[in-house]
């Protein structure tokens, strides 16, 4: 599985931008897609996911009513629109994939049940 990330650059605060991540390879038996970010020198945090079937969401509290994911199944590919951007939004944003439901809602964002990351995009708010 491939992961391809894009969509991050420079915004200014307030501004909006819109992260794509698209998918190749096995997609079929993918059961969800999610959104983290890694702002320098800190950990790599949980902020976004979906699941491909149904398309139900999951949000961290910090970008709860800002962000939106959505996806496209025919295209296999998930977007993250961001609005209101903040300078705390600046970081490098992943994508990653997993094939398993877990049953409760908190296993969405823990990194270690994803299966595939992609390479990261790069967002930059300035203040």
């Known amino acids: 599985v491939q992961l391809q990330a894009s969509g991050g650059g420079l915004v200014q605060a307030g501004g909006s931008l819109r992260l794509s991540c698209a998918a190749s390879g096995r997609t079929f038996s993918s059961y969800g897609m999610g959104w983290f970010r890694q702002a320098p020198g800190k950990e790599r945090e949980f902020v976004a996911a979906i699941s491909w079937s149904v398309g139900s969401t999951y949000y961290a509290d910090s970008v709860k009513g800002r962000f939106t994911i959505s996806r496209d199944n025919a295209k296999n590919t998930v977007y993250l629109q961001m609005n209101s951007l903040k300078p705390e939004d600046t970081a490098v944003y992943y994508c990653?994939?997993?094939?398993?439901?877990?049953?409760?809602?908190?296993?969405?964002?823990?990194?270690?049940?994803?299966?595939?990351w992609g390479q990261g995009t790069l967002v930059t708010v300035s203040s």
């Open positions: 990653a994939t997993r094939y398993r439901g877990y049953g409760y809602l908190s296993s969405w964002s823990d990194m270690s049940l994803y299966d595939y």
